[in-house]
């Protein structure tokens, strides 16, 4: 067992890539390993061609990122890391068809307690125009408004599952400072000189033609009149404007607002299942 060194991102995206809808990028690997917070030497392993790594995800919370078949002393190291770091409540998930690292979870006394989507559409068909409410324009983000979105998606992600809001350090490494980010693929609903609305899109590599919505957010005052709709349409449009012919979204399986329906109404298709599990260490 080792701390993982940057020769071995190919293994850590092959190994997360193994039961995915889509190959999780090798760029993206090495983007998760310069989170604030995270030290790669001491918070991640290699263990037998399997992978851990213990990051916060929240003030009392972490998130155990496990892939490939993990041994007892690889999870185990896991979780005695984040007690070491003083956390007390544990997530980790893993796709449905992962069935060797559900045991593992199961065997560390960790409970399932809830379902993700990823959902994608092909955007070679016909797509809709997009119905703006009355008095809404929209436009794509510049520099300067990315305080101002980072506002707005911690606002609209109040009603989520265990949101937790994130620090805009936190949020700008893990939205802006990619090499999947790309302002033209942010675009802002606006209304009586406020922002209404955000759908955040980027692209999954740069050498594919997938694309991915990563933030979908819309305020309250204009829930309820289409908002969310036509921002998502807007987004598919413009991403086939911009040469992708594939866009996926992650979603919880029972959101309170409705969104997978949303998703589902405007011909998004599941296409793979994220199970979350809990471990309470107190």
């Given at each position: 067992?080792?701390?993982?060194?940057d020769?071995?991102?190919?293994?850590?995206?092959e190994?997360?890539?193994r039961?995915a809808p889509e190959?999780?990028p090798?760029?993206?690997?090495?983007?998760?390993w310069?989170t604030?917070?995270f030290?790669?030497?001491?918070d991640?392993?290699?263990?037998?061609?399997?992978y851990?790594?213990v990051?916060?995800?929240?003030?009392d919370?972490?998130?155990?990122d496990?892939c490939?078949?993990?041994s007892h002393?690889?999870v185990?190291w896991a979780?005695a890391?984040?007690?070491?770091?003083g956390?007390?409540?544990?997530?980790?998930s893993?796709?449905?068809?992962d069935?060797?690292l559900h045991?593992a979870?199961?065997?560390?006394?960790?409970?399932?307690?809830?379902?993700?989507y990823?959902?994608?559409?092909?955007?070679?068909?016909?797509?809709?125009?997009p119905?703006?409410?009355?008095g809404?324009?929209?436009?794509t983000?510049?520099?300067?408004d990315?305080?101002?979105?980072?506002?707005?998606q911690q606002?609209?992600?109040e009603?989520?599952?265990?949101h937790?809001r994130?620090?805009?350090?936190?949020w700008?490494?893990?939205?802006?400072r990619?090499?999947?980010?790309?302002a033209?693929l942010?675009?802002i609903?606006?209304?009586?000189?406020?922002?209404?609305?955000?759908?955040?899109?980027?692209?999954?590599?740069?050498?594919?033609?997938?694309?991915?919505i990563?933030?979908?957010?819309?305020?309250?005052?204009?829930r309820?009149?289409?908002?969310?709709?036509?921002?998502?349409?807007?987004?598919?449009?413009?991403l086939?404007?911009?040469g992708?012919?594939r866009?996926t979204l992650?979603?919880?399986?029972?959101s309170?607002?409705?969104a997978?329906?949303?998703?589902e109404s405007?011909?998004m298709?599941?296409v793979?299942?994220?199970?979350?599990?809990?471990?309470?260490?107190?």
């Amino acid at each position: 067992m080792r701390a993982p060194r940057d020769e071995d991102a190919p293994l850590v995206a092959e190994l997360t890539s193994r039961y995915a809808p889509e190959p999780y990028p090798v760029a993206a690997v090495v983007h998760d390993w310069s989170t604030p917070g995270f030290d790669r030497d001491v918070d991640a392993r290699i263990d037998n061609g399997a992978y851990a790594a213990v990051l916060r995800d929240g003030v009392d919370r972490a998130y155990i990122d496990l892939c490939g078949d993990p041994s007892h002393e690889l999870v185990d190291w896991a979780i005695a890391r984040a007690r070491e770091r003083g956390f007390v409540r544990l997530f980790t998930s893993a796709w449905s068809d992962d069935a060797e690292l559900h045991r593992a979870y199961e065997r560390a006394g960790f409970r399932l307690v809830r379902h993700s989507y990823r959902m994608a559409i092909a955007l070679d068909g016909d797509l809709p125009e997009p119905a703006w409410p009355d008095g809404v324009t929209v436009r794509t983000a510049r520099e300067e408004d990315v305080p101002t979105v980072y506002a707005v998606q911690q606002e609209t992600f109040e009603d989520h599952w265990e949101h937790e809001r994130a620090s805009l350090e936190e949020w700008t490494h893990a939205l802006v400072r990619q090499d999947e980010f790309r302002a033209d693929l942010w675009f802002i609903a606006e209304a009586g000189g406020e922002v209404a609305g955000v759908a955040l899109c980027n692209q999954r590599e740069s050498n594919t033609d997938a694309s991915r919505i990563a933030i979908i957010g819309v305020r309250r005052p204009w829930r309820r009149r289409g908002l969310g709709r036509a921002l998502l349409v807007h987004a598919f449009r413009e991403l086939r404007r911009a040469g992708f012919r594939r866009a996926t979204l992650g979603v919880d399986a029972d959101s309170l607002t409705g969104a997978n329906r949303l998703y589902e109404s405007a011909g998004m298709q599941i296409v793979g299942q994220h199970d979350i599990f809990e471990k309470r260490l107190r």
